[in-house]
């Protein structure tokens, strides 16, 4: 069983940054791919980055590439999620979910939401024009 913690979300304006983290606990030393998704009320849910414990691999969804970096801290068992230049696209409520299944085993290394075994809460990022 895995527990997953975030925090970091708020209200920010046009090309401002964000950073989220995740807090992990209830597993040793098994590796997991993490990975943020986001949300907004009427749509499904969809992948926005995530990286593999095991060996630092990450993957991005095409439209945050280049300004957001997923990361981890294995120390803290922490990942985040820095964004730069947000847009008013960014808002929704933003996820943090883990699997035990390498990334590279889910569609674009982010697959759907069903392919995700563990959920936070989730914490919300608005970004106004």
């Known amino acids: 069983q895995v527990q997953l913690v975030e925090s970091g979300g708020g209200s920010v304006q046009t090309g401002r940054s964000l950073r989220l983290s995740c807090a992990a606990s209830g597993y040793t030393d098994r590796s997991y791919c993490m990975g943020w998704f986001r949300q907004v009320p009427g749509k499904e849910r969809e992948g926005v980055a995530s990286i593999y414990t095991g060996d630092g691999n990450t993957y991005y969804r095409n439209s945050v590439k280049g300004r957001f970096t997923i990361s981890q801290d294995s120390a803290t068992n922490t990942v985040s999620l820095e964004m730069n230049l947000l847009k008013p696209e960014d808002t929704g409520m933003y996820y943090c979910?883990?699997?035990?299944?390498?990334?590279?085993?889910?569609?674009?290394?982010?697959?759907?939401?069903?392919?995700?075994?563990?959920w936070g809460q989730g914490t919300q990022v608005t970004v106004s024009s």
């Open positions: 979910a883990a699997d035990l299944r390498p990334c590279r085993y889910k569609g674009y290394g982010l697959g759907t939401a069903r392919d995700w075994e563990y």
